[in-house]
């Protein structure tokens, strides 16, 4: 049985994917397909990682044994925060500086059962300003401008995240979803990860899809280092990325190794 993991550490993207996963749940059992989204993690424990006792981590050991023996072949769990949150990021002014210690609670939480994982990526000015705009509109935060001034600044990179997060699942094939390529386009990123296909019903899920989020208080020059440092992500990831993960794209099929056009970060570059 194959468990594949979500980890989607940009909110909008994860949380339209888990609607649309929702949503066709039924029709992906009948193909061997279980799905985990954010409810059952809140049931299971699996919403708090530091929290994992063995009795809770013994009761996910038997569920999946027990899906075995009705004859899934696939598992696939979503959650946005198994990186980490927003809310630390911006506490820390850095991208989720704690996901390694994360993903070895995440791996020892299903005892080497994990088949591949997966995370969702964005381009950093856009990632960090739609993070803001979640935090003012959601929790009445805001943030001022010397917190800015240190992410901007700051030296972590999704290079660093995924670097990170790889060495707490050594050998586990890695797949990176950029949300430039996929929003708005959950039937190719399940096909992606699970090699199914559900009908297309017109419905579409894909959220905070505009050029630009409200909220942000990054300028210009800010905004363009965000843009070149996860330029630099992309080709790094194209190459290879050291041979820890293999970077998705879905320009027309699902190419694989490639860097993503990038019209819309190249155009924040140039400006």
């Not at 997060?165 to 996929?182: C, H, S, T, Y």
């Not at 090699?195 to 019903?201: A, Q």
Request: hydrophobic letters at 40%; a positive charge; charged letters at 20%.
């Amino acid at each position: 049985m194959e468990l594949i993991l979500h980890c989607g550490a940009h909110r909008c993207a994860t949380t339209s994917f888990q609607g649309f996963m929702a949503a066709n749940a039924q029709a992906l059992e009948s193909q061997g397909l279980v799905y985990w989204g954010p409810e059952r993690t809140q049931s299971n424990g699996l919403n708090s990682l530091d929290k994992l006792t063995p009795k809770i981590r013994a009761g996910l050991h038997q569920e999946l044994d027990a899906y075995m023996r009705q004859g899934v072949r696939q598992v696939l769990i979503s959650q946005e925060n198994f990186v980490g949150s927003m809310v630390r990021n911006f506490a820390y002014a850095s991208l989720y500086s704690n996901v390694q210690e994360r993903g070895q609670l995440l791996a020892r939480a299903f005892g080497g059962r994990v088949s591949k994982i997966a995370l969702n990526i964005r381009s950093l000015d856009m990632y960090w300003a739609s993070a803001a705009d979640y935090l003012r509109t959601r929790k009445n935060e805001s943030t001022e401008p010397e917190r800015w001034q240190r992410i901007a600044n700051g030296k972590r990179s999704w290079r660093n995240v995924i670097t990170d997060l790889g060495r707490a699942f050594p050998g586990i094939p890695f797949l990176v979803l950029p949300f430039e390529e996929f929003c708005g386009q959950q039937r190719a990123q399940l096909e992606v990860l699970t090699g199914l296909t559900v009908p297309d019903k017109g419905r579409r899920f894909a959220l905070n899809g505009t050029s630009r989020p409200a909220g942000h208080g990054l300028n210009a020059q800010q905004a363009m280092k965000l843009c070149i440092d996860y330029a630099d992500d992309l080709d790094w990831l194209a190459a290879g990325a050291d041979g820890l993960a293999e970077l998705i794209t879905h320009t027309g099929t699902h190419d694989r190794g490639t860097a993503p056009a990038q019209t819309e970060l190249e155009k924040r570059i140039s400006t």
